[in-house]
Structure formats: C-alpha cells, structure tokens
C-alpha cells in the first residue's frame, strides 16, 4: 500500500529551540518511520525577515545539521533546501492568481508582523500562506506535523488547495490535515518570559545548540512570582508556563512533586527552576554534542542537501506538471 505523505519545514533564522523541537521534530522523527516524509528548510520564506545573505547561508546550514542531529534520518525521509525547488515557487506564483487581498491581510501572522516590523510589511509578509500553501501542495501532502502557532496558516493551504481544485474541476491536490500523534491538540510550548510562545524573534527561547551553561543561567532567569498564598490557586501565566515546560521535559513523579508543593504553598522556585535546567539539558546536551560533530563535517551536509533536492523536484516537478495542464499552460511547439 501507498504511505500517506507528510510535508513540514522551518525556517533557518537561528537555531532549533524547544519549540521547533517538541511542536514539530519529535513528530517528524516518529513520522519518518511510516510515511513518506519531505521535511524542508525554509530558506525562501525566511527572505520576508530581510537576513543578511551570510545569515541565511549559515542558518540554512545549521539547521539542516540539528535535523540530522535530532535524528531525521536522509535514508528515511527526503530533507532538503525550500531553495533547491523552483517548482516551489512557481507553483506559488500561479496559487498567488487565486489568493484574495482581504483573506490575507486578516491572518493573525500577517497582522503581528505588520505589528512588530511596520517599517517591512511586504509583499512576501502578506503572501506567506501562499508560499507556505505550494510547499505542502507540492509534494500532495496529506498530513502536515506543526506546532499550534501554525494552525491557521495550515487552515489557508487548505482552503487554497479546495479552492483550485474546486475552479479547475479536479482533484490535484488532496486537503491536508493538521497531523500529531494519537489525537492530541496541536502544541504551543510556552517561552520564559512569563507570556507567550517560545519563539526565535521573542527572545525567550532555550536551542538545542546551548551550552549546559546557557540553559542554567535562561532558567534560572525565567520570570516567576513571591509564591501562592492560599491552597490550591489558580496559577499565573508565569508559572504556568514553568509547569507546561516541567511537563515536556521532566518525569512524572518530579512534576507532581512540585505540584504539590504548589498546591500547599511550599513551592520554592529556585528548586524548581534547577530541576527543570537539569531535565531540559538531559533532552538537548547529547544534540547539542551531535551538532557540533556535523557541522564539521560540510562533505555530508553536502551530500545530504543534493539528496533531498534530488528527491524533492522529482515529486514536485510531477505536481507542477499536473497544475500546468490544468490552468492551461499547454506547450504549441
Ligand atoms: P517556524 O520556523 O516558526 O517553526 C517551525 C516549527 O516549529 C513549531 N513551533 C512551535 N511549536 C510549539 N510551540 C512553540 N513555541 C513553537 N515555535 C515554533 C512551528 O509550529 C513549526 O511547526 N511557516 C513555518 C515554516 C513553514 C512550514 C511550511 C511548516 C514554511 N512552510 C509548510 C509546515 C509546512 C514557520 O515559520 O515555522
């Protein structure tokens, strides 16, 4: 029987944090194993943001180096460089002909950047979902592995994928479904700061790649409060987000410990926060130790990269010939 295909990418702008790795890559290393897997870096969209091309260029590189790391496997799956496929962008060009001005300027990614950054609200800000749509579309992805943050991005591939099939009287493109294991809600792991996401423009983030050192001081930093004052409240944001983190990284019997200690007023954080440094380096330290292995190691980088493109353009070249025929690029010579 045919594997379901599974389509994801990141973009290169830093290193993998704890959110790249527990919304997205630990799904993709399990998905690797019974799908057919195109996990992606997402070099053309990280463009919106204005890099330096030496940024770019070492971002690209560190990231392919932490999916290798974290244990993607190029045998498995096909890994490659969004840059490395036209056909990404063509297809992009020809969904952009059936993507509406008021539907993208409503998308609440749009909106916080044209928040954050008024001084370069582009064109490619504004057509992110599109861009973000032909890399799924591409490949007939069935299933793409994201953290909550992308949700509604993923909500617009599918509505442009119904919307093309539904104007050219086809079924090219299967609809693409929001994928995590055994039914659970999409994840948002929360930063340190005591509001939010984790996220690399935020500056809250814990990487992969930080040093043992690093991780203790961020931790030990993360925003906390004078403790509870009756049994059993409610928790603020702040400490919330402790807990969520506890629960990503540490054993059961260590979060129900604090718990309690929540819960009968006899938290102290200090302890807290130690003990989630220890469990968040037990998770990232021997990655960290395999990044920097093959970083060095630029003979392999580049094998693995020419690999996946190699594979990638073969499927997407297949779709972009399908999408041709169909809007009426026919060839009179
Ligand atoms: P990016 O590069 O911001 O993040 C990559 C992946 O990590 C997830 N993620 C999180 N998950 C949980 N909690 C967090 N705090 C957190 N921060 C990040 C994201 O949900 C994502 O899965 N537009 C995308 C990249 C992209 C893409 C695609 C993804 C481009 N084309 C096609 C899937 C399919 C982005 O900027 O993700």
């Given amino acids: 029987m045919n594997k379901a295909t599974v389509v994801s990418g990141i973009r290169p702008t830093g290193y993998l944090h704890l959110g ?32 330096t091309p030496d940024n770019l260029q070492a971002g690209v590189k560190q990231v392919l180096a932490e999916y290798l790391a974290c244990g993607i496997d190029p045998e498995k799956s096909t890994i490659f460089i969004q840059s490395d496929v036209p056909e990404i962008t063509e297809l992009y060009t020809i969904l952009n002909m059936n993507a509406y001005l008021g539907e993208l300027e409503r998308t609440t990614s749009f909106k916080d950047k044209a928040r954050k950054q008024p001084e370069n609200v582009n064109a490619g ?3 992110y979902p599109v861009l973000m749509a032909s890399d799924i579309l591409i490949h007939k992805a069935h299933f793409v592995p994201v953290g909550k943050d992308q949700e509604q991005n993923l909500e617009m591939a599918r ?7 539904r104007m050219y009287k086809s079924e090219v493109f299967p609809i ?44 030990m930093r993360a925003v906390t409060d ?4 009756e049994p059993n409240s409610e928790k603020p ?35 807290m926060k130690k003990q989630l440094a220890e469990d968040i380096i037990k998770v990232t330290l021997p990655i960290r130790e395999r990044i920097v292995d093959i970083l ?5 980088l580049a094998k693995v990269a020419r690999m996946g493109a190699e594979k990638a353009r073969e499927s997407a070249l297949k779709t972009l010939k399908e999408v041709k025929e169909l809007v009426g690029f026919r060839k009179l010579y």
Wanted: net charge negative; with cysteine.
């Fill in 296 to 300: 060095d190691d630029n003979e392999h």
């Fill in 159 to 165: 509505k442009f994928g119904k919307r093309f099939n």
């Fill in 237 to 271: 944001e702040a400490i919330q987000n402790l807990f969520t983190l506890m629960k990503i990284v540490s054993e059961p019997a260590v979060i129900e410990q604090f718990e309690t200690a929540y819960n009968q007023c006899e938290i102290r954080y200090g302890d």
């Fill in 176 to 219: 693409p479904k929001p994928f995590t294991f055994d039914g659970a809600d999409l994840i948002k792991v929360p930063g340190l700061d005591g509001s939010g996401k984790m996220g690399k423009s935020e500056g809250n983030a814990i990487n992969l790649f930080d040093t043992e050192k690093d991780i203790r001081k961020k931790v």
């Fill in 226 to 229: 004078s403790g509870p004052t």
């Fill in 125 to 127: 800000l504004l057509t």
């Fill in 20 to 51: 790249n790795y527990f919304g997205a890559v630990q799904n993709f290393l399990r998905m690797q194993e019974d799908f057919n897997c195109y996990f992606f870096i997402a070099d053309v969209h990280s463009l919106t943001t204005h890099p």
